[in-house]
């Protein structure tokens, strides 16, 4: 079993930055693929990053070159940090985790993955940007 606690959300204006933490706790095996997921309001969620526990991510084209996700496997902590956030990033942001996807090891791409493909979730925190 894991536990998911995600924290750090919160209301910035557009330019901000916020950084996302989510702590892990459980089987180590179970976390080797971690991503963060967003659902904003009437909308679907849509994952936004995903990173393995040998540090191989992938991330959607709205936010590359803005958020950066990471881990620290010593912590079996994840990581989002948020920079020059914009109105649209406004949603629940929710941390995910998973044992390895695909054979070999590896996790699925943010543009494959869906949320059946992780089993434990968080609870999600706010992120609202402001104009």
């Known amino acids: 079993q894991v536990h998911l606690v995600e924290s750090g959300g919160g209301s910035v204006q557009a330019g901000g930055s916020l950084t996302l933490s989510c702590e892990a706790s459980?089987?180590?095996?179970?976390?080797?693929?971690m991503g963060w997921f967003r659902q904003a309001s009437g909308k679907e969620r849509e994952g936004v990053a995903i990173?393995?526990?040998?540090?191989?991510?992938s991330a959607i084209n709205s936010v590359k070159g803005r958020f950066t996700i990471s881990k620290d496997n010593a912590k079996n902590t994840l990581y989002l940090t948020m920079n020059s956030l914009k109105p649209e990033d406004t949603a629940r942001y929710y941390c995910?985790?998973?044992?390895?996807?695909?054979?070999?090891?590896?996790?699925?791409?943010?543009?494959?993955?869906?949320?059946?493909?992780?089993?434990?979730w968080g609870q999600g925190t706010q992120v609202t940007v402001s104009q």
């Open positions: 995910a985790a998973n044992s390895p996807q695909v054979a070999g090891g590896y996790c699925y791409t943010v543009t494959v993955a869906t949320q059946g493909d992780f089993s434990y």
């Open positions: 459980g089987v180590t095996r179970s976390t080797h693929c």
């Open positions: 990173i393995d526990s040998n540090g191989i991510t």
